[in-house]
């Protein structure tokens, strides 16, 4: 009754108060009943002919608050106050748990080819470099020169930092003479996705209305990375507006079929890995573009927690989806690099710090691991997907069988396509998103133009499904410490996605000798202990190290 009287008053002070917002012009199409009769059909729903009258009374007050709005610039760094976050109430973590120890095994001597060298882990190459067998310039120019020559037929490079690398390369070489040596990435060459920005350096979002975009400021993981001594070498390409493979400059190939597109939009970061072009990569999430990529190439992507590495300086797709993860050769390259990209920066209100706990010989024996027999089976399972299910038993873990309710998870993507909208309002309203390469109805330009036609209350609604299929997960993660998965099974690159949870793609074997990969999903902030079991189970599927042929 209170909300009753108070939206009456409300309603009232309406009629009697002249608006002090803009109101649609003259020069606007007239909005009639039979207007909104149509945009009904838009939003799946159905007013009578008197209700239409009633908000055909109001309506122009609406539009006039979108369009005082849009006088108000917004940039792609600004974000929503609203700040998603993967925790439910009620769940507790170990914030004291902080250990990282790497694995101790030695690296063996040093190649005599290049090409043995280039295509060597991080675990390896951060040994020689340390004991000075391995120059950090020497590995730097070595990548350089590969980038130049397999880069232009693999597409996956935007522009290359050549005079930038080889300053951090020589600075890497003299602090670890004088014996300052930063740890495992010190003297590392590393590719960026193009989409961190780099100061003084092109930052183009794979996209060509921000071909000539030139940023002022390191993003964070750019910094960090430059504080644990890594020597950036390029910055890697991505499909436009990270969406695909498809970039303003061509279609980044896959190192195993250069006839085939890298999928993805983490494309650059995966190929140039894949082919040994550089030592490690960042790459992206929002919905499988770690994930796909690193199917499609053979690599190893880590997509960690929601909020667990800062976004700060990276282009904004969705705010509630966004992750930043590494894209390595091996599972322990990965969890190399998020120790040192992690952490909480105050440009990302999302991020946090929490415990990393990780250790290279800690053995998984006993580790609850679920997955559901349905996810094996079906046209869409492979001899791969069925030999990892086979290869995690003798690890001596406990499979437990799960299932998932038949809910329409699929609708939850919806949330990708009207976060980017927003993201991106600009290029639709001025008409610049004409200017994208791809222009197909599953392209980002007929997206976001159907994503302004999503009613508010929609996504308030797929939000508070979102919150279920929160609880829902939270609830599977407590009978078990990760799941097994074939990578697109189930809906769960979704649903994770959507739960922040993380994740841990790895190369399982080969079909038709192109690559094919399993995922693990594990607990939020527990991508130690998954990269754990993805190091057990790599060794046990001994897949890892094939190289490409890049024909």
């Known amino acids: 009754a209170e909300r009753e009287s108070t939206a009456r008053a409300a309603q009232q002070q309406d009629d009697e108060t002249p608006p002090t917002i803009p109101t649609v012009t003259e020069d606007d199409p007239a909005i009639t009943a039979r207007t909104i009769a149509q945009a009904e059909k838009l939003a799946a729903v159905r007013y009578t002919e008197a209700e239409r009258e009633l908000v055909l009374k109001t ?14 610039a917004l940039d792609n760094h600004h974000a929503p106050a609203t700040v998603f976050d993967p925790r439910l109430p009620g769940m507790t973590f170990d914030s004291l748990r902080e250990r990282f120890v790497r694995s101790h095994e030695p690296p063996g001597p040093l190649p005599g080819g290049d090409e043995e060298i280039a295509f060597a882990p991080v675990t390896k190459l951060s040994r020689w470099i340390e004991s000075r067998e391995l120059s950090s310039e020497r590995l730097t120019r070595l990548y350089l020169e590969r980038l130049k020559t397999h880069g232009p037929k693999l597409e996956c490079v935007v522009t290359l930092t050549e005079e930038l690398a080889l300053m951090q390369a020589r600075r890497a070489d003299d602090e670890i003479a004088r014996g300052r040596y930063r740890g495992p990435l010190h003297g590392i060459p590393w590719g960026a996705k193009d989409l961190f920005d ?8 794979g996209a060509q209305p921000y071909r000539e975009r030139v940023p002022e400021r390191d993003a964070a993981v750019v910094k960090k990375l430059e504080e ?6 390029a910055k890697l390409t991505l499909g436009a507006l990270a969406y695909g493979d498809v970039w303003f400059g061509g279609t980044t190939r896959n190192p195993w079929n250069l006839r085939q597109g890298s999928s993805g939009s983490s494309a650059g970061s995966s190929a140039a890995t894949a082919a040994g072009l550089v030592g490690f990569a960042l790459g992206t999430e929002t919905y499988g573009s770690i994930v796909s990529p690193c199917m499609r190439c053979g690599a190893t992507g880590l997509r960690p927690t929601f909020g667990r590495v800062p976004r700060t300086g990276a282009m904004a797709l969705c705010w509630s989806l966004d992750k930043v993860g590494p894209i390595t050769r091996t599972v322990e390259d990965a969890a190399l690099v998020l120790s040192a990209i992690r952490g909480r920066d105050d440009g990302d209100a999302n991020s946090i710090d929490m415990p990393l706990d990780f250790d290279a010989a800690r053995p998984v024996r006993g580790r609850r691991i679920g997955y ?9 399972t492979n001899e791969v997907d069925l030999q990892a299910l086979e290869a995690i038993k003798p690890l001596d873990v406990e499979l437990v069988e799960l299932d998932l309710p038949d809910w329409p998870y699929d609708s939850l993507a919806a949330i990708v396509g009207i976060e980017a909208a927003a993201a991106f309002e600009e290029l639709t309203l001025t008409d610049r998103d004409d200017e994208l390469t791809r222009q197909d109805e599953n392209a980002w330009p007929n997206i976001f133009r159907q994503a302004r036609l999503a009613p508010a209350v929609e996504l308030v609604q797929l939000d508070r499904f979102r919150r279920r299929v929160m609880e829902m997960v939270a609830e599977r993660f407590e009978k078990v410490e990760a799941i097994l998965s074939p990578s697109f099974a189930a809906s769960l690159l979704l649903i994770t996605n959507m739960t922040g949870h993380p994740s841990l793609t790895l190369r399982a074997g080969f079909v038709n000798d192109h690559p094919h990969g399993v995922t693990l999903w594990g607990r939020l902030y527990e991508e130690g202990r998954l990269c754990e079991l993805g190091m057990a189970l790599e060794r046990e599927l001994r897949v890892w190290d094939r190289r490409p042929g890049m024909e």
């Open 198 to 205: 780099t100061r003084g350096i092109p930052t183009t979002w």
């Open 228 to 233: 644990a001594g890594a020597v950036l070498v």
């Open 59 to 72: 309506i122009d007050r609406q539009l006039g608050r979108f369009k005082a709005r849009r006088e108000v």
């Open 372 to 380: 559901s027999p349905q996810w094996f089976q079906g046209e869409r």
